[in-house]
């Protein structure tokens, strides 16, 4: 009795910590968690506790959150982390619950239904069962977590189906990055009808003929650029300098030109010429 008194009425903070330390009762414990004025000690108390009850009753209603942090720590039964990451009133509390989860069924069900798309971020993003990650990528409503989930996806078709069909911009652009199958990426830089798209897989391919194909063909002009940036065909060049119809890509292929064809571009185009700068 006296050791809880001092732990609930010294005045010096540190005094009540070392004091609660050698409290064990779960109702003082509690108690001291609750109402004491230092956040220290209400922390102390916390993570004196044992009971699973008294835990989670902590958790759900202390209002410092390093004291329900504390508790949340002591908690290692996946079902409670579960029902804690579920309904517990504080996003902090329900994504430090989740990190504690290992399970990948109770992380498919937190990415895919609770509440806060934070949390539900977060799930997907620690889910590693390869057919879950599938089924979030393809039909959770936020394209957040299905991006989050898409990162960590291994299979190129699953990649390919995505960049080809998911609504979200950003979702398409992640899966391009995520895609290393070369034919894949031909195929979206020749093919795609997104223009961003195409620029982002011309970025990564390296097939000569494809890429003289885009260079002169390609509706969009930011693609060509990318192309005219990564060929070194003199006579492609020379041409795309002097009949693209975008100036700042006569410009980007007269300055990739060296030697001659430079020098014949330079000398049969003085509208060019000026345009680049290049006097």
Avoid: C, H, W
Avoid at 142 to 150: H, N
Avoid at 176 to 205: C, F, H, N, W
Wanted: hydrophobic fraction near 45%.
């Amino acid at each position: 009795q006296r050791i809880l008194q001092i732990a609930r009425n010294d005045p010096d903070a540190e005094v009540r910590a070392e004091a609660v330390r050698r409290v064990s009762a779960p109702a003082d414990l509690i108690a001291i968690a609750d109402t004491d004025p230092d956040r220290k000690v209400r922390v102390v108390a916390a993570s004196r506790l044992r009971g699973k009850n008294a835990l989670l009753r902590l958790i759900a209603t202390n209002t410092e959150p390093l004291a329900r942090l504390a508790a949340l720590e002591l908690i290692r039964d996946q079902p409670t982390l579960f029902n804690v990451a579920m309904v517990n009133s504080d996003p902090m509390i329900r994504k430090a619950a989740l990190e504690r989860i290992t399970k990948n069924d109770l992380l498919f069900s937190i990415a895919m239904t609770n509440s806060d798309s934070f949390v539900r971020i977060s799930a997907a993003s620690r889910v590693t069962d390869q057919k879950r990650l599938i089924t979030i990528a393809r039909t959770n409503s936020d394209p957040l977590v299905r991006r989050a989930a898409m990162r960590d996806i291994t299979s190129q078709a699953v990649l390919t189906e995505i960049v080809t069909q998911d609504p979200d911009s950003d979702i398409r652009k992640t899966a391009v990055a995520l895609i290393t199958r070369m034919d894949v990426l031909e195929q979206l830089a020749a093919g795609s009808p997104d223009p961003v798209i195409r620029y982002l897989a011309v970025r990564k391919v390296n097939n000569p003929g494809l890429l003289k194909r885009i260079a002169v063909t390609d509706p969009d002009a930011l693609v060509r650029k990318t192309v005219v940036e990564q060929i070194s065909d003199e006579a492609l060049l020379a041409s795309i300098a002097e009949f693209d119809p975008d100036a700042t890509i006569r410009a980007t292929a007269i300055k990739r030109l060296k030697g001659p064809a430079l020098v014949m571009v330079l000398k049969g185009d003085d509208a060019t010429l000026s345009e680049t700068s290049l006097a």
